[in-house]
């Protein structure tokens, strides 16, 4: 079982909002994590979109419009990247990460594709 | 502007070596972390290996640990990445980044082909 599981696809309209989930692995506490989000678009490297641990510890990439927002379902053990009003720019694929300390390594999630249709 | 550029990949034959590069400029790169992330073709991100800004503390994931060797040259605003005994799944794109990934550079391609 990956450390960092997220859902291979997603598909949504323009306007709407899409919630990216990021599902750790059991036994590895959502709580005590910083859960860093990237985007990635076709031949791109790609780009930091923000980081969430909670309300009081969060971070935005520097140019990042405010509609992308994190944040976590403790009860699912997992963070959320939300993402409001979406436009066809918005079309990319989506990295979760962390630092896992136990194993001292960073930690991707196995990404989600996203499509605006 | 923060700007990374990798160099030093290409075509290479199993068991061989290659050193990749990452010129780091916009930003005080002694006292940056970095990272090298690759990423094999049409899969997802893969984290290699960490150093910190002193090159006191060093990471490396499990599948290179042992063939690969992280370095830098705070003096020349560069970063390394020594890959030994190179095999067709270290085929990617590799990238330089700062850390936790707020900064990339574009890449360069490793292939392991014989």
């Known amino acids: 079982q990956a450390v960092l599981t997220q859902p291979s696809s997603l598909s949504a309209s323009p306007g709407a909002s899409a919630s990216l989930t990021c599902t750790l692995r059991s036994g590895i506490n959502v709580g005590i994590y910083r859960i860093y989000w990237y985007q990635q678009k076709p031949g791109s490297p790609p780009q930091y979109l923000l980081r969430y641990k909670s309300d009081s510890d969060k971070q935005q990439g520097s140019g990042v419009p405010s509609r992308f927002s994190g944040s976590k379902d403790v009860s699912a053990n997992a963070g959320i990247l939300l993402i409001s009003g979406l436009q066809s720019e918005d079309e990319a694929d989506y990295y979760c990460?962390?630092?896992?300390?136990?194993?001292?390594?960073?930690?991707f999630g196995t990404g989600t594709k996203v499509t605006v249709l | 502007e923060v700007q990374l550029v990798e160099s030093g990949g290409g075509l290479v034959q199993p068991g061989g070596s290659l050193r990749l590069s990452c010129a780091a400029s916009g930003f005080t790169f002694s006292n940056s972390d970095m990272n090298w992330v690759r990423q094999a073709p049409g899969k997802g991100l893969e984290w290699v290996s960490y150093?910190?800004?002193?090159?006191?503390?060093?990471y490396y994931a499990d599948s290179v640990r042992g063939r690969f060797t992280i370095s830098r040259d705070n003096a020349k605003n560069s970063l390394y990445l020594q890959m030994n005994s190179l095999r067709a799944e270290d085929t990617a794109v590799y990238y330089c980044?700062?850390?936790?990934?707020?900064?990339w550079g574009q890449g360069t391609l490793v292939t392991v082909s014989s």
């Open positions: 980044a700062t850390d936790f990934g707020t900064n």
């Open positions: 990460m962390i630092w896992h300390s136990s194993t001292s390594s960073y930690v």
């Open positions: 150093i910190s800004s002193s090159s006191y503390t060093i």
